[in-house]
Structure formats: structure tokens, C-alpha cells
């Protein structure tokens, strides 16, 4: 069948009271370059500066020795997930970006019930709910993912990948940045690579990753509607894209925890458990605040070999495509959380660029936003 002509509805004009300004608002939220996670809240604005060495000095404490389980995972190595079921994704659907794709302020369901938006939220909610029902009906997408769990240390703010359990050859070493300004209230400057057991602690630890698509067709039906004319549908589309790709992340990290790599297999979280982050460890994402170099997705992608596996690619600019993916790291620690490097010093823009082998220059390239 063919998907550009697959939906049968109409929808409100767009010359609608709401509707241009809607669709702007909507283009505008589609065409940043990097959507801040719900967890990524404002950073205050004051905060104490320090060097590397002393940001080193008050990195997270914990006892990995006494304090920390060993959990050896289910799955070591990939898997993947083809045509994965979109009425199972529909389920898991956090759907207040939804809103604020169309620039509609609030969380959902209340947002429904608002005395300003109320009325446009539940027309575009309602509009969405009738494409999306044409979406599953007629299989338009076919959402396809992989996730991959590896033997992992930490050493300094690098985290070490083993080319197999036995720990006797580093494969991969993954450079991470570190906080150089006080604000975690318990003094910590945070590294992600705090919550890896470090090498020298004996413990065994481990690292995941995922790369997910909502399907390779969005991009086309997108671009169909475009030729036509039909901001709005073209919209449509990828927001419901977008969703249904954060809600494909959500299904397989609750996986991962409760079965692949287990580490928390009576896990029982509601939806709003969920879109709150009450789970077990974190899945931070390279170009989000605590990961914000977007070159850090060509060690996941070389890990899982995601482009032949998948088919999901990633251009000169990191970007993946299809545009409506993700991919992130998964990692256990039960008191890892999500944070925002903020700004570093040069000592640390030289020092990263040394531990990534890559010339200071190509480094501030990647991390101007943070410098």
C-alpha cells in the first residue's frame, strides 16, 4: 500500500484561528538541533569554577569494594529488535512534547483540561490519536532497534570497554567530561564515568548502549506532505515519529533492566513511574547535558555495528538518520542520576582532546557550546 496515500481523514483547515501560528511554533521546535530531555533542567546561573585537577579531587564518592553487587548480565553482546510492535509503543508514550511540539504549554492529561490551550490541546491531541490509529492500522512504520551490553571498568573519566568478560584486553576506551563548577549540593563535580566501577576496585561492572528508529519511512511521508503543501500533516508525523521513538528507548531500557541485563527484575513502574525517571540507573544520550560531545554516537554505533545491523547511519555531523532516532548509553548504577556537565575550562578541552586522540582544535569544535 501505498503510505503517502494511506491517510483518509481530514483535518482543520489551516487558516484556523490557531492553526499558522501552531505550525510555526511546531517547525521551530522540529528544527532545534537539540531537544533538552524532561531530566535536563536550567542549570543555575551562579556557580564556583574550578580547575580539572580539583574538579578530579571531588568527583562522586562511592565504595565500590564494599558497597557494590555484581550483576553479570543476561545478554553480553547485541541484540536486535526488527518491526518492533507499534501497539506496544503506543503504551509507553510520554505525551507532553507532544503539546509542546505545537507550542502548547502544560503537562498532559491537565493540559486538556487548560483555559487557554484546552481547546487547541484537544484538537491537535484528538487529530493525533486518528493519524496514529492510521499509523498502527496500516504498519506505515516499522520501528527497528538494537541494544548491546559490554564488559566495562572505569578509569579516570574514561570508561574502558573489554573486548570480552575475562577483562584481559581493553577494546575501547571512552573519554568523558567532568563538572568543573560546584553545584551538586552534595559537593561532587559529576563524571558519567563515576558510575562505573573503576578498574581497580575488583568489581566486574558493564556498559550499554541502544540505537532506535521509529522506521525509515517517516522522512518520506514527511517529505510528501511538504511537496504538497500540508505543514501541518508534515508535522504531524514527526512529532508522532518522534514520540513513538522516545516510547521504543522507554520499552527497551525497561527491558534491559528487567531482563537483559537484569539488574532490577521486579521492577513494577507505572507510566507516570516512568516518565518521571523512577527507575534504576540512567540511559544518557551523546548531545544531551550530561554527554554533550555528539561524537561520542560512533563508539556506540562502532560497538553494536548499528549501521549494518540496523541500517540507521549516522552523517559527518553526527546526526542520525532517519532523523526520528536515538541513541544512548544504558548505565546501572543505583545512584546514577541525570546532571549537566555545564561549562569546562581550557585544562579540560586539552586534556579531552588527548584522552579522544583527536587536535585541540577539532575538540572545541565539537564542545563550543560547553566551553
Not at 264 to 273: F, I, R, V, W
Not at 303 to 309: F, G, I, T, Y
Request: aromatic share 12%; with cysteine.
Amino acid at each position: 500500500m501505498d503510505i503517502h496515500h494511506s491517510i483518509r481523514y481530514k483535518l482543520t483547515k489551516l487558516d484556523n484561528l490557531w492553526g499558522k501560528p501552531l505550525i510555526k511554533s511546531a517547525l521551530g521546535f522540529l528544527g532545534d538541533k537539540q531537544q533538552q530531555p524532561p531530566s535536563a533542567k536550567k542549570q543555575p546561573r551562579k556557580a564556583t569554577f574550578i580547575s580539572l585537577k580539583d574538579a578530579r579531587k571531588k568527583r562522586f564518592y562511592y565504595n565500590y569494594r564494599e558497597d557494590s553487587v555484581e550483576v553479570i548480565p543476561q545478554l553480553l553482546g547485541v541484540k536486535v529488535f526488527e518491526d518492533f510492535d507499534l501497539k506496544i509503543l503506543r503504551q509507553y508514550i510520554d505525551w507532553t512534547p507532544f503539546f509542546h511540539g505545537w507550542g502548547l504549554k502544560g503537562r498532559f492529561p491537565g493540559i486538556l483540561e487548560k483555559e487557554k490551550v484546552g481547546r487547541e490541546a484537544n484538537r491537535v491531541f484528538n487529530e493525533g490519536q486518528e493519524m496514529l490509529d492510521e499509523i498502527i492500522e496500516e504498519k506505515m512504520f516499522t520501528p527497528k532497534g538494537i541494544i548491546g551490553i559490554f564488559p566495562a571498568n572505569s578509569e579516570g573519566d574514561d570508561i574502558l570497554i573489554y573486548a570480552s568478560d575475562r577483562r584481559k584486553k581493553v577494546h575501547r576506551r571512552i573519554p568523558m567530561l567532568r563538572q568543573q563548577q560546584l553545584r551538586d549540593q552534595e559537593g561532587f563535580t559529576l563524571s558519567l564515568s563515576d558510575y562505573i566501577a573503576p578498574a581497580d576496585s575488583g568489581k566486574r561492572d558493564y556498559l550499554g548502549g541502544f540505537a532506535v528508529t521509529s522506521g525509515f519511512e517517516t522522512d518520506g511521508l514527511v517529505q510528501h506532505f511538504k511537496s504538497q503543501g500540508d505543514s501541518y500533516n508534515s508535522v504531524m508525523v514527526r512529532l508522532l515519529a518522534d514520540r513513538l521513538v522516545e516510547a521504543f528507548a522507554e520499552v527497551l531500557h525497561e527491558a534491559v533492566r528487567k531482563k537483559y541485563w537484569g539488574y532490577d527484575p521486579g521492577e513494577k513502574l507505572s507510566q507516570t513511574d516512568l516518565i518521571k525517571e523512577r527507575y534504576k540507573g540512567i540511559r544518557p544520550a551523546p548531545g544531551y547535558p550530561a554527554c554533550p560531545d555528539h561524537t561520542l554516537k560512533g563508539h556506540l554505533f562502532d560497538l553494536m555495528k548499528v549501521e549494518r545491523r540496523t541500517g540507521i547511519t549516522l552523517n559527518d555531523s553526527y546526526a542520525m538518520n532517519p532523523a526520528s532516532s536515538v541513541a544512548g548509553f544504558y548505565m546501572a548504577h543505583d545512584r546514577s542520576r541525570y546532571f549537566g556537565i555545564g561549562k569546562i575550562g581550557e585544562d579540560q578541552l586539552r586534556d579531552y582532546a588527548r584522552r579522544a586522540s583527536v587536535d585541540p582544535e577539532e575538540a572545541e569544535k565539537w564542545l563550543a557550546p560547553v566551553l
